[in-house]
């Protein structure tokens, strides 16, 4: 079990206190042993400052947030901020509990408070697209909402592109169901085994990406942020197949 040290615990506060409460981090470092993890280009991630983490989606139970969050407290000593579904909005309770465990909904007003605090952010900007996308469709990205660029210009916070590799491979998904998409904010998906298949991760953190040359202006522009907004989502697309063909995968 990592020690964190003690100044560093006395700064725990609100969620931070909650995930160490909560979620212990020996459940963090037994996933992280389960998948094997390797990790490349940490030290693109600032140790302080405005950071937003822009990694792909993937896995269907969401082990990737979970893995991806231990791995910046063990190796940058930062807890991240996670943007979540608005399903943990829905209801009070769940409110609650993904406020203790550092996430909050895709409130937008929200995430502009936490960066002025020099917050490092996690986004998904797939979100359920890609974590419940059916495994036909594995390593190939889905939309990116342009959402987190805006985000960004508007907050002059750095963005750090992130590829995250075997969370596609622990479960076979068939697809989605939304039956219930109206009572709970969600697709169901449909993973074919409950038990997840071993497979080796690796995430991998791009270079930084500033936007500080851009103003206000440029981020109600619609066209200029879905440009950028594509340009992020090629640089990890284009990483994953570099990946996959050095594993020996030729899925494309």
Do not use: C
Not at 167 to 181: C, K, P, Q, R
């Amino acid at each position: 079990m990592i020690q964190i040290p003690d100044p560093f615990l006395s700064l725990l506060k609100g969620p931070e206190f909650y995930f160490e409460k909560a979620l212990p981090r020996i459940l963090a470092d037994n996933l992280r042993e389960f998948t094997m993890l390797e990790t490349e280009g940490i030290e693109n991630v600032p140790k302080t400052g405005r950071v937003m983490l822009v990694p792909n989606h993937s896995g269907v139970l969401g082990w990737d947030a979970v893995i991806l969050y231990n791995e910046i407290v063990r190796e940058r000593r930062r807890i991240p901020r996670i943007m979540a579904h608005m399903f943990w909005e829905s209801k009070p309770f769940l409110s609650k509990i993904a406020r203790k465990f550092g996430a909050f909904g895709a409130d937008f007003k929200q995430a502009v408070k936490f960066l002025k605090k020099n917050k490092l952010m996690i986004i998904f900007p797939e979100a359920e697209h890609g974590n419940f996308k059916p495994s036909v469709k594995m390593y190939q990205l889905t939309e990116f909402n342009p959402g987190f660029v805006a985000l960004a210009m508007m907050t002059n916070t750095i963005i750090v592109p992130v590829t995250i590799m075997g969370a596609e491979e622990n479960f076979v998904n068939l697809g989605t169901i939304d039956w219930f998409e109206d009572k709970i904010g969600a697709k169901i998906p449909i993973p074919l085994n409950l038990l997840p298949i071993p497979a080796k991760w690796k995430i991998k953190f791009l270079k930084p990406i500033s936007l500080a040359k851009y103003n206000r202006k440029d981020a109600k522009n619609e066209k200029f942020l879905i440009e950028v907004t594509q340009n992020i989502r090629f640089r990890i697309q284009a990483t994953i197949h570099k990946e996959l063909v050095s594993r020996g995968i030729f899925k494309f």
